[in-house]
Structures are given as C-alpha cells and as structure tokens.
C-alpha cells in the first residue's frame, strides 16, 4: 500500500510539473531549462509515453488546494548521500564534491584533508603515512586506468593506446602486465609515455618488461611524442621509426 500511495504521489508531482512547464514555454520567448532529478526526466520528456494537458489535469482534478511556501535547502553532503535514503541519493558526494573543488593534486589533496580530520580527533596520521598512502593510490591508480581503457577497445587491429605514466607501480606489478599482454595480444598498439622533457624517472624494470610484451616505452618531448603518435597511426613499426628519428627507447 505504501508503495502504491508513492506512486500515485509521484504521478500528480509530475502530471503538476509538465502543466508548469508548458505554462513557462508559453509565457517565454526561449527555451525553458528545467532542473529536476534524473527520476523524472523521462516522464517530463515523453520518453515513457506521451501526456495531453486534459489528461494532467484530469489526473489533478479533485484535489484538495494546500498552501505552500518554498526555501532553499542547504546542500550538504549528509542529506545527498545515498546512505541517507535518498532515492535519487549520490554515492560519495564529499569525494565529487572534492574533485570539482581541487585545483591541482586531487588524491594528495584529499588525503592530505584525511589525515588533518583524524589528527584532529587525536588519531595517528603522520606525513609519512600521508606520502605512502598517495604514492599507493597513484600507483593503483595506472592499474585501473589501462583495465578501463581495454573496456573501451572495440576494433583492436584499428586501435592505439597510450599510457603517460613513470610505471612506478609501488604494489603488485602483475596485474597491470597481463593487461598490457592481453592488449598487445588482440592486437592493440600500446606506447608507454614516459615523460614530456626527455629525461624521465621512471621504472626502468617495468619498462622493459613491458616492452618484452610489445609494449614499447619512450621518452620524449611533446613534439617527438606526435610525431611517434602519427607513426603508430599509420601502422609503421614504432622501434625501427623512433631509432631513425634519434628517439631511444627506455
């Protein structure tokens, strides 16, 4: 019973906004921009089914006028969680919220944030454990990024993907190098990018462990690196082409 007296809520707040809307399109000289939950696009645009200004009305006629007022509620992190039982709720709000807000460093940034709010409870979080966690997530961070990249691939003979990175991995290398090796084996190209100044730091293991798999490593500057881009475009073989170009690989 509750969840029908939901829906039959949820029906009149929409038969109500779409009456509202055509009202402003008519009175504006423009577009009207609607802000709503993502809930109810898809009855205000039509795309469940299309609805005529009688049936709206039909669907609102009879009931009972209540004053109202509106405010502004405080945007706050607690109440647009979706552990707040929001239908409509954002998983982690503050960590969006954060990446919106940083302007550079956005994991040093957050766990530096961390560490200021445990110590202000009187928890341990010394600089060291600070460095560490960062230097972690980054290094998992490469981990994910080529596994979501290789999500992407749908033609790998007509593919190039390129990972700009120092490979410095911190945890367990294993993962990422079967993520190259079943890349380069469908077919991808895959170039590592070691650096924009030539003259990189980097994990020189890794890197050759990678480009024992076919996935070459270069460093150079940003006008060598389109120039290896366009090579691996047209399918030349990229060793041999940055050789002759004074490129070595790392």
């Known amino acids: 019973m509750a969840r029908q007296a939901q ?13 509202e809307i055509r009202a402003a399109s008519a009175e504006a000289a423009r577009r009207v921009a609607v802000i709503c939950g993502a809930w109810h696009v898809p009855t205000l645009t039509g795309r469940t089914g299309r609805t005529t ?21 405080p945007w706050t992190h607690a109440l647009l969680s979706a552990d707040s039982s929001y239908g409509a709720g954002v998983t982690s709000p503050g960590w969006y ?31 060291a454990s600070v460095v560490e966690t960062v230097r972690l997530a980054e290094a ?20 190039v993907l390129i990972l700009i990175s120092d ?7 294993s993962s990422l190098i079967a993520r190259l090796q079943g890349l380069v084996e469908s077919g991808v190209t895959v170039l590592l990018a070691l650096s924009d100044d030539g003259a990189p730091a980097y994990d020189h293991r890794l890197a050759a462990t990678c480009a024992q798999l076919g996935a070459p490593a270069f460093a150079c500057t940003p006008d060598g690196f389109s120039e290896l881009l366009a090579a691996a475009l047209r399918r030349e073989e ?13």
């Open 53 to 73: 200004v009688a049936a709206d009305r039909e669907l609102l006629r009879g009931g009972r006028p209540v004053r109202t007022a509106t405010t502004w509620v």
């Open 238 to 250: 990229v060793g041999r082409w940055a050789a002759l170009h004074g490129l070595v690989p790392a």
């Open 7 to 19: 829906g039959r809520r949820e029906e009149l707040r929409e038969a109500h906004l779409r009456l």
């Open 167 to 173: 490979l410095i991995e911190g945890g367990d290398q």
């Open 140 to 159: 998992l961070a490469i981990d994910r990024a080529v596994g979501y990249g290789a999500s992407l691939v749908r033609r790998p003979a007509d593919t």
């Open 97 to 127: 919220h954060h990446l919106w807000a940083a302007p550079d460093e956005v994991g040093a940034r957050w766990v530096a944030r961390v560490a200021a709010l445990l110590r202000a409870a009187d928890l341990p979080a010394s600089t």
